[in-house]
């Protein structure tokens, strides 16, 4: 674990120990992104609510459901589990703090609260998945949290913390030294970089990562997260993996990302290339969800490659998967 906090005029890093429209493609060249068609999604999810939800259970906020495409209806890559009052972040996509501010109204949890967050966990280190962290390392100590951030990632999330409080140390200074007087410690990201296996535990959770196949990334992971009432498997970004029903094997959830099947039949052989190493196709999903006899599959970062509908790629997971199959969008309450 490694403690990063701003102490201008250079930062120190002690070691500590500590933790709705359909989607272009994601992670490929701008002209490719123009060539994706959207769609309306559909979802079946917990209500909004402004009433306080059962604090004994675990809930899942899909924070944001996007890829790389600018969507104004698809906030990046993000997913809280909230469970004993905490909220549990898989990923910073774009947006992520107003995100959780939302989640917080229409789901009636507290703990998403931009103030209450203190908890994130990175599948890896793409920008579409972590250019909310500064957001997050920042926003929620303007805005009072009393803790510092724990974060937990690939090899690379040092140094990206480091990074970042360097490059905003003109803001830190003036809010730690000008009329706002904000602590200094209260900014500080106790980091630490991952393996497979326990990573985090504490009374109400447990996360386990495992490593995952994303394309030419060394260091690509998905989370297992258990509570009293729920085991809940986050696949990251990943191609196909077989080793994946395994892990989710008698899972309450699997919340998968997935790309359209047969578009990506009618894309150019560099594309199929691509999709085919770095992303798991619907089709695939199901299998694995099948195999794996989970309870649930929710898709997200959802890849609509030739204007496949939302029903469309349901029904490709319902091939060989006949339990429940949501289509995720953002703000969804599981």
């Keep these: 674990m490694r403690r990063h906090i701003e102490t201008l005029p250079t930062i120190a890093c002690l070691l500590v120990l500590g933790g709705c429209v359909a989607a ?34 675990t809930w899942i906020v899909l924070l944001g459901t996007g890829t790389p495409g600018a969507e104004p209806d698809r906030f990046g890559p993000a997913t809280a589990i909230v469970a004993g009052g905490t909220a549990y972040l898989i990923d910073a996509g774009p947006g992520v703090v107003r995100r959780a501010a939302a989640g917080a109204i229409v789901s009636g949890l507290p703990a998403l609260r931009p103030q209450n967050l203190r908890m994130a966990f990175f599948t890896h280190l793409h920008s579409d998945h972590t250019i909310g962290y500064p957001d997050l390392i920042l926003s929620p100590w303007v805005l009072g949290r009393t803790a510092p951030l724990q974060a937990f990632g690939p090899p690379g999330l040092d140094a990206m913390t480091t990074a970042l409080l360097e490059a ?18 209260l900014l500080a990201v106790e980091t630490r970089e991952i393996e497979p296996g326990l990573i985090y535990e504490d009374p109400v959770m447990r996360v386990e990562a495992f490593a995952v196949p994303h394309g030419t990334w060394d260091q690509a992971f998905g989370f297992k997260l258990t509570t009293a009432d729920r085991t809940i498997v986050i696949s990251g970004d990943t191609g196909p993996f077989d080793g994946m029903a395994d892990i989710a094997s008698g899972a309450d ?6 790309y359209g099947a047969e578009g990506l039949r009618l894309r150019d052989p560099g594309i199929q290339r691509y999709h085919g190493t770095f992303h798991t196709s619907a089709i695939k999903v ?11 599959v929710i898709l ?14 349901v029904d490709q997971v319902r091939l060989s998967f006949d339990g429940e199959v949501v289509y995720g969008r953002d703000l969804d309450i599981f």
């Design 24 to 57: 272009p493609s994601g992670e490929v060249p701008a002209s490719s992104l123009e060539r994706e068609a959207t769609a309306a999604p559909v979802a079946q999810a917990a209500p909004p609510t402004t009433e306080p939800r059962d604090p004994s259970r």
């Design 168 to 185: 905003y140390r003109e803001d830190i200074r003036v809010r730690v030294e000008g009329p706002e007087q904000l602590r200094r410690d």
């Design 253 to 258: 959830v699997l919340i998968h990302e997935a």
């Design 286 to 296: 199901g299998e694995i969800a099948a195999e794996a006899e989970v309870g649930m």
């Design 300 to 313: 997200t970062h959802q890849l609509h490659l030739a204007g496949e509908t939302p029903d469309e790629m």
